[in-house]
T-cell receptor, first 112, second 113 residues
Framework: GQNIDQPTEMTATEGAIVQINCTYQ??????LFWYQQHAGEAPTFLSY????GLEEKGRFSSFLSRSKGYSYLLLKELQMKDSASYLC?????????????FGTGTLLAVQP | DVKVTQSSRYLVKRTGEKVFLECVQD?????MFWYRQDPGLGLRLIYF???????EKGDIPEGYSVSREKKERFSLILESASTNQTSMYLC????????????FGPGTRLTVL
């Protein structure tokens, strides 16, 4: 089967650093995506990891360990606008094309 | 700027009605997807299409069908709407490479009374 786990909610302070964890179990693993979704809006792409290690993109970084089935999204210098849901999604080989399996999302609240 | 559009932001239908949700992308993407998003359940894949007239079932296809007659357009059909199909429906498209991200439309909030 397949399973993706991430915390339901997190709270952090403006200017701080927060790490959102994601663990997964799946067959046919073909990469891991992180998306950001503000309330009432569509998800938008943040990062993609397919090899082990850290990918840095400005204030956001994402880490992957394939052997442990583990990823995290690191947000630095938090801003109020970072309050959103963060979705972990595993890409799987499947039939004619790759499919994404999404976690239920982590709702991050950034407080002043 | 890439764009995925959906025909309606909000839709209210009655039980038993046939419902069409339209999605159009302007990126010449081969792959298109329909999801529904419910609190506590996350995004779940209903159907996807990897080419014109080609479709495959996702994880929750029951009660839905799809149509892809043109590359840019992917339609989700609820043959006979039921109250448990009240949800947010999101369409997405993606290029061929495995590292390509999915681009999402703004979503359609469907309420079935």
């Amino acid at each position: 089967g397949q399973n993706i786990d991430q915390p339901t909610e997190m709270t952090a302070t403006e200017g701080a650093i927060v790490q959102i964890n994601c663990t997964y179990q799946t067959s046919g693993f073909n990469g891991l995506f992180w998306y950001q979704q503000h309330a009432g809006e569509a998800p938008t792409f943040l990062s993609y990891n397919v090899l082990d290690g850290l990918e840095e993109k400005g204030r956001f970084s994402s880490f992957l360990s394939r052997s442990k089935g583990y990823s995290y999204l690191l947000l630095k210098e938090l801003q109020m606008k970072d309050s959103a849901s963060y979705l972990c999604a595993v890409s799987r080989y499947g039939g004619a094309t790759n499919k994404l399996i999404f976690g239920t999302g982590t709702l991050l609240a950034v407080q002043p | 700027d890439v764009k995925v559009t959906q025909s309606s932001r909000y839709l209210v239908k009655r039980t038993g009605e046939k419902v069409f949700l339209e999605c159009v992308q302007d990126m010449d993407h081969e792959n298109m997807f329909w999801y529904r998003q419910d609190p506590g359940l996350g995004l779940r894949l209903i159907y996807f299409s990897y080419d014109v007239k080609m479709k495959e079932k996702g994880d929750i296809p029951e009660g839905y069908s799809v149509s892809r007659e043109k590359k840019e357009r992917f339609s989700l059909i609820l043959e006979s709407a039921s109250t448990n199909q009240t949800s947010m429906y999101l369409c997405a498209s993606r290029g061929q490479a495995s590292y390509n991200e999915q681009f999402f439309g703004p979503g359609t909030r469907l309420t079935v009374l």
